[in-house]
């Protein structure tokens, strides 16, 4: 089974830190990604990653940086977290070169800026 | 750009009843994927089906299908002999037919299966 994991599943934060979320993937996938989700706004795609060193930006990338130094590991983060950061978070991971091939995702980490 | 709308937040069902879900999408794309994912209560999200554009038959997983209708840009998802396992947010999303696709997902909709 493919595993998406994600470093925490509750985190509390205050405005001002530097905020990191790690997500790591099992299935030697070459595509990652991290959403973020608001109650009726579904999942709105922050960055997203098709290779070690690669990033892309997404739909709402101000306020966020990536990293990928690793192929099963891709970071998320908050330079300095604000309270509209507040959010669930969700790490997606999948195989490269078939469009039609599913996300895969990580249980999520719902974050509180305070 | 690909948009997909989901203009139903939340629906119930009797448990054992058939539900359907509304989903369109829009999309400037000849050939494309659609995809229905679930994220239950305090669980993960998972990929309950999947449809290839260009194929004309609609997709069948069991208990789940899916009305496909090219035209009209409908994608609506049936379920049927609803279980109280069904209870979950479901999110309507497309991808195009390129090598490393992302996912547009729509706002969601909450199901509940009542006993």
């Known amino acids: 089974d493919v595993k998406v994991t994600q470093s925490s599943r509750y985190l509390v934060k205050r405005t001002g830190e530097k905020v990191f979320l790690e997500c790591v993937q099992d299935?030697?996938?070459?595509?990652m990604f991290w959403y973020r989700q608001d109650p009726g706004l579904g999942l709105r795609l922050i960055y997203f990653s098709y290779d070690v060193k690669m990033k892309e930006k997404g739909d709402i990338p101000e306020g966020y940086s990536v990293s990928r130094e690793k192929k099963e590991r891709f970071s998320l983060i908050l330079e300095s977290a604000s309270t509209n950061q507040t959010s669930m978070y969700l790490c997606?991971?999948?195989?490269?070169?078939?469009?039609?091939?599913?996300?895969?995702f990580g249980p999520g980490t719902r974050l509180t800026v305070t | 750009a690909q948009t997909v709308t989901q203009s139903q937040p939340e629906m119930s069902v009797q448990e054992a009843e058939t539900v359907t879900l509304s989903c369109t999408y829009d999309t400037s794309e000849s050939n494309y994927y659609l995809f229905w994912y679930k994220q239950p209560p305090s669980r993960q999200m998972i990929l309950v089906i999947r449809q290839e554009a260009y194929k004309q038959q609609n997709a069948t997983e069991n208990r789940f299908s899916v009305n496909f209708q090219k035209a009209a840009k409908s994608f609506s998802l049936k379920i049927s002999d609803s279980q109280l396992g069904d209870t979950a947010m479901y999110f309507c999303?497309?991808?195009?037919?390129?090598?490393?696709?992302?996912?547009?997902f729509g706002k969601g909709i909450t199901l509940s299966v009542r006993p």
């Open positions: 999303a497309s991808s195009h037919t390129g090598a490393n696709s992302k996912l547009t």
């Open positions: 299935m030697d996938h070459e595509n």
């Open positions: 997606a991971s999948s195989p490269a070169g078939r469009g039609i091939a599913e996300q895969y």
